[in-house]
């Protein structure tokens, strides 16, 4: 892992620029500096931030929607360890939560003290921005648990209550995913939870 000191010895004042713009909530500049300058929106500064880790701990979303339409990596953490996710959550960004949430991150990896988005919502948050949270990680999971081909996870979600019908983003269900799997074994979970077929 390169020290923070080696990843900001590149970093130039349209880097600041791209910064500032987040900060200051201007999605059409912060477009307008990642296509003209090329720069790239994880790059770490001196202090270990980036325009995209920004957007995330800051709420601003119409300049995180810009930075996800460049492919960044999302998985990429900060200084500290925290992915854009991490911080949403610790920041109480619900809007930006559930647009991170829609690229499929991983929603159970940990920071380094070993916390997920989960744990930093239930520290620093109200109990209506965790029930949101754990309403879209349980989507999420029952989802990646079908993508996975994780038979026994699906069952237990299933068993805990998720819901196979709910869509993502795209508007893909938990089918669609056990599909990509081949698992019959799923399928046929999925389809036991079907209106009418429940127990």
């Known amino acids: 892992r390169r020290s923070l000191r080696a990843a900001s010895q590149d970093w130039s004042k349209s880097d600041e620029r791209l910064l500032q713009a987040v900060e200051q909530n201007e999605p059409d500049k912060v477009a307008a500096l990642i296509v003209k300058k090329?720069?790239?929106?994880?790059?770490?500064?001196v202090e270990g931030k980036s325009a995209f880790h920004l957007c995330a701990s800051r709420g601003r979303l119409d300049c995180l929607e810009v930075i996800l339409?460049?492919?960044?990596?999302?998985?990429?953490?900060?200084g500290t360890g925290f992915s854009a996710l991490h911080l949403a959550a610790k920041n109480c960004q619900p809007e930006c939560l559930k647009r991170l949430l829609q690229e499929r991150l991983s929603v159970d990896s940990?920071?380094?003290f070993g916390r997920t988005a989960l744990h930093h919502a239930g520290l620093q948050c109200t109990s209506?921005?965790?029930i949101q949270l754990i309403t879209a990680l349980y989507v999420s999971a029952l989802m990646?648990?079908?993508?996975?081909?994780?038979?026994?996870?699906?069952?237990?979600?299933l068993r805990g209550g998720a819901?196979?019908?709910?869509?993502?983003?795209?508007g893909h269900h938990a089918a669609h995913y056990s599909a990509t799997a081949g698992n019959q074994r799923i399928a046929q979970l999925l389809q036991n939870r079907a209106p009418g077929n429940q127990r």
């Open 110 to 112: 940990t920071d380094s």
């Open 144 to 157: 990646l648990a079908c993508e996975s081909d994780s038979a026994e996870t699906v069952e237990a979600l």
């Open 69 to 78: 339409a460049h492919g960044p990596d999302i998985n990429v953490t900060d």
């Open 163 to 170: 819901n196979p019908h709910l869509a993502d983003a795209l």
């Open 38 to 45: 090329g720069l790239c929106p994880t790059k770490l500064d």
């Open 128 to 130: 209506y921005y965790i």
